[in-house]
C-alpha cells in the first residue's frame, strides 16, 4: 500500500528533497556515529521517539547488552517533533548522527525512494529465526517499498476510542461497538461536568499531533486534502462541517488547554480519571493503569458517512544508508522487533506493555491474550481495515490516512496544523483557517499538477 505505487514523479521527490535538504543544512549537526577507534566494543546510537514503549525498551537494553557484550546502545529520546526534525536533518545531510532511529509509515516509502534507509531485507534473510512473513501485513505492506522492507516494525497501530464504562454507566449511557460521531459526541456532552470532562481529543499543533485524529475525522465526513487534480479541497463544506464538530466538542466536552494537549497529555489526562473518553491510538491501552485499566471498554473509530475510519501508523527502526555500523546496528532493530523480545517485555514488564501491532504470533501467546484481550480484538480488526489507498469517500491521488504521502506534507501538516490550533484557541474562525489552510495546500498541490 504505502510503499507502492506512490503518487508522484520521481523529479518532483528529488525537487521536494532538495528543498527540505536546503532548509536543514544550515543546522545540521556533525556526524557523531562513525567508524571511529580500534576498541573491541562498538557503540550505536538510537535517536527514538519518547513514548512509554521507547522507555520500556530503555529498561531492557541491559538484557541486549548482557547478550551482545560488544555492542553498547545508545539511545536519544525526544518529544515525537524533536526528533523527527533531527532525525530528518540527520539522514537529508548523510551525516551518519543516528545508526538506527524511529520513523513511521509517512517516512519509509519516501525516504527509501530518496535512497536515505539501508534495505533490511538482505539482513532479514541472513536470520531464520526474525519470520518477516509473521510480521502483521498491513503494517508489513506499509513499510515495503519495491518488495523490500526498509524499516521494520516496533509498534503498530489503528486508532480507536476509548471510554471508562463506570464513568458512562453512572450517566446512564452505553457505547455501541461502531459508534458514530454524533453518538460519541452526545455521550462526550452527556457525561462532562465540573469534575470529569467527557472528551479528550489532540489540539496540540503538529501534523502528526493534533491532525492525526483531525484527519480521520474529515475523511469520514466525505472530506480529502486534493481532488485527483491536485487541486486543493480545504474549503469544501466536509471539510468546514468537520473542523467545526471537533473544535465544538473540544469547547463543550473537550479537556481544558486542549490547544496544549497531545498523546501523552491525554493519556494521563485518562489514566487519572479526568476524562471519560478519549479517542486516539490504539496502542495507548497497553499503557493504561489503576481504575483506566480495569473499567474500560473500546470501541472502533468513530464514523459519519465513511466507514472504518481509523487510521495506520507505525513507529519503525530503520538504519540510515550513511551508518557505519550497519552490522551492530541491525543486530539491535532484529532482537528489539524479535518474537523473544515480545517474551521478554511480558515476562519483565507486564504482558499488556508488549508491544501490539507488529506481529501475528504475539496473539497467540496465552499471557498476552489474558491481559490485551479487551483491546486486541479491535487492535487488530482495525489495524485490518485501515486501507491508506481508499481513505476517502472521494478519489484522490495520494497515500495516506491521516497524512498525505508527499514530503511536502511534513511542513505543510505543521503549517495548517497551526491555524486549527487558533481556532480551538478562540482567535480564528473556522472560515478564516481554512482559507489560510487552503492557499498554503493549494501551493502544494501546484507542483503535482501537469
Not at 556526524?31 to 538510537?46: D, F, K, P, R, V
Not at 525512494?113 to 498491513?138: F, H, T, V
Not at 523473544?340 to 497467540?364: F, H, I, N, Q
Not at 511542513?411 to 473556522?430: H, P
Request: charged content about 15%; glycine content about 10%; overall charge negative.
Amino acid at each position: 500500500m504505502t510503499g507502492r505505487n506512490l503518487p508522484f514523479l520521481d523529479r518532483r521527490l528529488a525537487l521536494g528533497a532538495l528543498g527540505l535538504l536546503i532548509a536543514l543544512v544550515g543546522g545540521a549537526c556533525s556526524g557523531g556515529a562513525g567508524g571511529g577507534g580500534g576498541g573491541s566494543q562498538t557503540t550505536i546510537t538510537l535517536g527514538a521517539v519518547d513514548n512509554p514503549s521507547m522507555a520500556d525498551l530503555k529498561k531492557l537494553v541491559p538484557d541486549f547488552q548482557s547478550a551482545h557484550p560488544n555492542i553498547k546502545v545508545n539511545i536519544v529520546t525526544l518529544p515525537e517533533d524533536q526528533i523527527r526534525q533531527q532525525v530528518t536533518q540527520d539522514v537529508a545531510t548523510q551525516s551518519g548522527r543516528f545508526d538506527l532511529f524511529t520513523i513511521g509509515t509517512y517516512e519509509v516509502p519516501l525516504w527509501a525512494k530518496l535512497g536515505w534507509l539501508q534495505n533490511l531485507s538482505p539482513y532479514i534473510a541472513k536470520d531464520s529465526s526474525y519470520a518477516p512473513d509473521d510480521l502483521i501485513p498491513g503494517i508489513k505492506t506499509a513499510l515495503t517499498y519495491k518488495n523490500d522492507l526498509y524499516a521494520v516494525p516496533f509498534y503498530g497501530e489503528s486508532s480507536m476510542l476509548m471510554y471508562r464504562k463506570d464513568l458512562l454507566a453512572a450517566k446512564g449511557v452505553t457505547m455501541p461497538d461502531h459508534p458514530t460521531w454524533d453518538q460519541v459526541a452526545a455521550a462526550a456532552r452527556a457525561v462532562n461536568s465540573s469534575s470529569v470532562n467527557g472528551i479528550c481529543l489532540r489540539g496540540l499543533p503538529g501534523w502528526g499531533e493534533q491532525l492525526a485524529p483531525l484527519d480521520t475525522v474529515v475523511n469520514t465526513f466525505g472530506g480529502r486534502w486534493f481532488d485527483q487534480n491536485w487541486n486543493a479541497q480545504l474549503t469544501t463544506q466536509p471539510w468546514h462541517d468537520a473542523l467545526t464538530f471537533y473544535v465544538n466538542l473540544l469547547k463543550s466536552a473537550g479537556e481544558p488547554g486542549a490547544g496544549n494537549a497531545g498523546f501523552t497529555e491525554c493519556l494521563n489526562a485518562y489514566n487519572s480519571g479526568k476524562v471519560a473518553m478519549w479517542y486516539d491510538a490504539t496502542v495507548a491501552a497497553s499503557f493504561f493503569t489503576g481504575d483506566a485499566a480495569k473499567n474500560s471498554g473500546y470501541a472502533y473509530a468513530p464514523t459519519k458517512v465513511k466507514d472504518w475510519s481509523g487510521w495506520l501508523w507505525a513507529w519503525t527502526l530503520a538504519m540510515g544508508s550513511a551508518s557505519t555500523k550497519k552490522d551492530a546496528a541491525w543486530t539491535f532493530a532484529d532482537w528489539a522487533t524479535s518474537k523473544d523480545y515480545a517474551k521478554l517485555v511480558g515476562t519483565k514488564l507486564g504482558w499488556a506493555r508488549v508491544s501490539p501491532g507488529t506481529r501475528t504470533s504475539t496473539y497467540d501467546i496465552p499471557e498476552y491474550k489474558a491481559a490485551a484481550g479487551a483491546f486486541a480484538q479491535v487492535t487488530l480488526d482495525s489495524i485490518a481495515h485501515a486501507d491508506v489507498t481508499h481513505a476517502t469517500v472521494d478519489p484522490v491521488p495520494y497515500v495516506g490516512i491521516q497524512y498525505v504521502d508527499i514530503t511536502e506534507f511534513q511542513q505543510l501538516g505543521d503549517s495548517v496544523s497551526q491555524e486549527f490550533a487558533k481556532v480551538i484557541a478562540g482567535n480564528e474562525t473556522v472560515d478564516q483557517a481554512l482559507q489560510k489552510a487552503q492557499a498554503l495546500a493549494a501551493a502544494v498541490g501546484k507542483v503535482y499538477q501537469h
